[in-house]
């Protein structure tokens, strides 16, 4: 059974280790954070490590799920083997710095929403192309892997267009209930409707500016809803918000 080690165990490792459930894969996980860690190994069948070296030591390939800000400098001081997978999800650190604190190991960047891989549904994103992480991304949801790195990191911004696309749809179902639908109805309504348009656009393979005018009826309702979030620069507001993303994580 191939050994993947995970640094960090946090909200991100949690919902991976769901997905990963049943994949084939042995997983060992660092001990900080020990009660998640307890119930990840209760609940999952995870080891925990005495250290994050004995992590490292005993995996196959590293799952580094550390935080933003302080896992590249943690990683520095971590040993790996020559050739060593090493995979990280962490926002904003790039494949230079990765490939810089883990030396002669082989680096890989990911990202992906984390609750939908819990359920097998989640996309993920990586950065350059590697078998050994395409097959574990595989388990938890699709894989697109990016030769370039520039172009990765502007897909990369989706996942905070995965974790905002949230907040919008609880504004929504919200909105819903105030005018006085039961909450469990109005959040079926709202999580299906959003499911069914997902679907016709993996399924069909009509255009996409095609398939957008086919559903918006000349003075319809969605015409009124769409040019009222545009006048109000709605739309316009997930670009600005987007380009400040992209900013943060080295685009
Ligand atoms: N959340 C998501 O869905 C998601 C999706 C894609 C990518 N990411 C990326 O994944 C990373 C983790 O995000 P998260 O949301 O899972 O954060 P999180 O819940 O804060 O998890 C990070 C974990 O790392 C632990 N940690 C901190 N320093 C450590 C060290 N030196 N050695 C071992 N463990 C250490 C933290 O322990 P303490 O709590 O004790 O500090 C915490 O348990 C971030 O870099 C983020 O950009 C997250």
Known sequence: MTVIGILGVGHLAGLMVRGLQGAGYRLVLSPRNAETAARLSAEHGCEVAAS?????DAAEGVFVCLPAATGAEELSQLTFRPGQPVLSAMAGTGLARLQSVIGPARAAVTMMPGYANAYGFGPSILCPEDGFWRDFLS?????????????????AAFGAFSGASFGWMAHVIHWFQSQGLPPD???????????????????EDRPLDDIARSVV?????????????????GLHAWDEGLDRVLKRIGG
């Open 217 to 233: 009826t000349e003075g319809g309702i969605s015409e009124m809803l769409l040019a009222t979030l545009a006048f109000s620069d």
């Open 185 to 203: 109805t109005a959040r079926a309504l709202v999580a299906a409707t959003l499911r069914g348009n997902a679907e016709v656009l993996l399924r």
């Open 139 to 155: 388990k938890t949801g699709p894989v697109h892997a990016f030769a370039d790195e520039k172009t990765f990191t502007a897909a």
């Open 52 to 56: 994050n070296q004995a992590v490292v």
